[in-house]
């Protein structure tokens, strides 16, 4: 009579991989003083046998969110509060780490101990990120698309979001209308100004006539400067152009800036000019007017980001999703027709 074959344990696959208990432990709980071939060693016959640690294993999930050195942008802390209740949902550890570059990224996430990375806008890591995936760690990324093994991600598409928006200014009798944009011009940025120059072309205006030199966003030093990118742009575009109608923003805080150089300089909006965004963050349909713009699905999109990790390192989805979500035109008050003569 055939014996039975032993079921599966965390000593049989310290047996077979030819090591300690101690190092299949460590492997397993994300130990970052393991070495890669001894990682890779213990994981060769884990995925053989298709061995499941015990069930605790699932209390101990941890993910971690990737993003840049800086202040939590109000659309950074939009996608991290669907993280969040995600994480809640799913009893998953989240940790938010700020990753500044100076350890290979495949190390800073052994140190951290993650099962998973979430990364928000990381079109900087795309090298680094894909090494991650190759390690075994499976990624989702939030409007950074990736092609790989153990990768996914979410994202808005900008340039549509962006024709969207300029076809509606321009369906309110808009010709002569200018481009904020941003820097550095990430992918999303990038996409908006393809967009922005494509229409003006195809309306037969001259887009370079109504741009000017974009100024630095971000959070780097400790201060929100997309407000100021907008006030500064638009107090440029106002004495160089001042027959601009309508300002299209690459983001709403832009949009904000906007808003205040308009008002400096003594134009009322939507009386005398037009502003519209892109985002709709939490601020957008409290400013006066309220800011017409496109709606981005950043708390679903963080959300979902991190029920697809929870699936998969669960075992209960086999590949990580690669999908483009639609955005939504919201009509507020900041746009209307220009003034007669304008």
């Known amino acids: 009579m055939p014996r039975k074959s032993k079921k599966i344990n965390i000593r049989l696959v310290a047996e077979e991989a030819g090591v300690s208990l101690a190092s299949v432990s460590r492997v397993l709980n994300n130990h970052p003083d393991v070495s890669e071939a001894l990682r890779r060693q213990v994981m060769a016959v884990v995925e053989k046998n298709n061995f499941t640690p015990d069930k605790s294993v699932e209390r101990l999930l941890r993910i971690s969110v990737i993003v840049g050195v800086g202040d939590i942008t109000d659309y950074i802390a939009t996608i991290l509060t669907g993280m969040g209740l995600a994480a809640n949902a799913e009893g998953i550890e989240l940790s938010i780490q700020r990753y500044t570059g100076r350890l290979p990224l495949l190390r800073a996430c052994r140190l951290w101990r993650c099962n998973a990375v979430a990364v928000i806008s990381g079109t900087e890591w795309l090298d680094e990120i894909s090494a991650l995936a190759a390690s075994g760690i499976p990624c989702m990324l939030i409007n950074t698309p990736l092609e790989g093994e153990r990768i996914g991600y979410l994202c808005s598409n900008s340039y549509h979001a962006a024709l969207q928006m300029l076809k509606y200014v321009h369906s309110q009798g808009h010709r002569r209308i200018a481009y904020l944009g941003a820097e550095p011009p990430n992918r999303s940025y990038q996409d908006r100004m393809r967009a922005y120059g494509e229409f003006m072309e195809s309306i037969g205006e001259a887009a370079d006539s109504l741009l000017v030199p974009p100024y630095p966003v971000g959070h780097i030093d400790g201060i929100g400067r997309d407000k100021e990118a ?47 965004g892109c985002d709709d963050q939490s601020f957008a349909k409290y400013l006066s007017p309220g800011l017409t713009t496109i709606r981005m699905p950043l708390t679903y999109m963080g959300r979902r980001s991190i029920h697809i990790l929870g699936d998969y390192l669960r075992g209960k989805l086999a590949v990580l999703p690669q999908e483009h979500l639609p955005a939504e035109l919201v009509i507020r008050n900041s746009a209307a027709s220009p003034s007669p003569g304008a």
């Open 230 to 276: 907008g006030y500064q742009q638009t107090m440029q575009l106002l004495s160089r152009a001042p027959d601009v109608t309508a300002f299209v923003c690459a983001n709403d805080e832009i949009a904000f800036g906007c808003y205040k150089a308009c008002f400096d300089s003594g134009l009322r909006i939507p009386d005398d000019v037009s502003v519209v």
